[in-house]
């Protein structure tokens, strides 16, 4: 069966943040629509939702939740209707500003973005987004990379025989404890919603670090290879292999 998507939902649920210039949430009601339940895996028919500024206030039958003077009707007869889904592991940056449109398009109204090239490209999307100044799905969004320094040191001799430009400017190979202790602090001040773990230092390095980000309030996200931490990672992102 084909989904219908009704893009005037996703627009007013997928910003994070409040209305712009402090204007009162106008109330969008969509209509006489099949709702899937994501809970049961039925469809629901016949369903009347209520969406107020980015928040949805009610749903089910019109008997029940009745449309409010003054809101912007949305006939669903005939069309379907469900959750935003997630996205919880992107890298949206670097297919550029177009990725996001697509991603509502699609019906995707977050994502969780595992680490751009450009930090501070990722947070102007997220805290636009949030503040309603640009269209796109709610963006958690990682901090600049941590790598192995050795890994590191390797990929860019490599591309210098190559000569390959480098490109990876702001992936950081922590060498001591002393020193991941700082970066977590530094990265903590940028406003990072998770911390990402590429390929990891030495473990008493890895330890430090995400001890110190649990300090700071900052989830530890992670690839899985060794000597990756056997606790306090919040999430393992791909496989684990040597």
Not at 174 to 203: C, F, M, T, Y
Request: aromatic letters at 6%.
């Amino acid at each position: 069966m084909r989904l219908q998507r009704i893009a005037a939902l996703m627009m007013a649920g997928s910003c994070g943040g409040s209305t712009p210039l402090a204007q009162t949430p106008t109330t969008l009601a969509i209509t006489d629509v099949t709702v899937i339940d994501v809970a049961t895996g039925m469809p629901r028919p016949n369903l009347n939702v209520l969406v107020s500024g980015n928040r949805i206030t009610a749903v089910g039958p019109a008997t029940r939740v009745r449309v409010p003077r003054g809101a912007t009707n949305v006939n669903g007869s005939g069309k379907y209707l469900m959750p935003g889904m997630w996205d919880v592991h992107s890298h949206a940056v670097m297919f550029g500003p177009a990725s996001l449109k697509l991603y509502l398009a699609q019906g995707v109204t977050g994502i969780r973005d595992m680490g751009a090239e450009r930090f501070s490209l990722a947070k102007a999307w997220r805290d636009s987004i949030a503040a309603g100044l640009l269209l796109g799905p709610r963006m958690r969004i990682a901090a600049p990379i941590v790598e192995n320094a050795r890994w590191l040191a390797v990929v860019k001799r490599m591309g210098e025989a190559a000569g390959t430009p480098w490109t990876l400017y702001e992936r950081f190979g922590p060498i001591s404890v002393q020193e991941a202790v700082r970066w977590v602090d530094s990265v903590a001040a940028l406003g990072p919603d998770h911390i990402k773990v590429r390929n990891w230092p030495a473990a008493e390095i890895g330890r430090a670090l995400v001890a110190r980000a649990r300090e700071r309030g900052i989830p530890v996200v992670a690839h899985a290879n060794e000597p990756f931490p056997r606790t306090g990672v919040t999430t393992f992102e791909h496989s684990v292999w040597p």
